[in-house]
């Protein structure tokens, strides 16, 4: 198996607790996104579930801008 650090397209070296913080902030993006889109095609109230989408993505992007490399932003 390959190491994940060996799969980062960046020069920049992270540490091991980052790669779980972002892991971890990545799934609650994606789970927070999964609920959203739920609720919003089955035309229940989406007030809360597209707030807290949008809180989780913006921690998302400003822990990559502040601890990663400015090309982590591009995917």
Not at 2 to 9: F, K, N, Q
Not at 53 to 74: K, P, S, V
Request: glycine share 6%; aromatic share 14%.
């Amino acid at each position: 198996m390959i190491p994940l650090y060996l799969l980062h397209v960046t020069t920049v070296e992270h540490s091991e607790s980052l790669l779980w913080t972002f892991l971890i902030c990545n799934i609650f993006v994606v789970t927070a996104g999964i609920v959203f889109i739920y609720k919003l095609f089955r035309q229940k109230p989406v007030r809360t579930a597209g707030i807290t989408f949008a809180i989780a993505l913006a921690i998302n992007y400003i822990l990559i801008a502040i601890f990663g490399d400015i090309f982590d932003l591009l995917g």
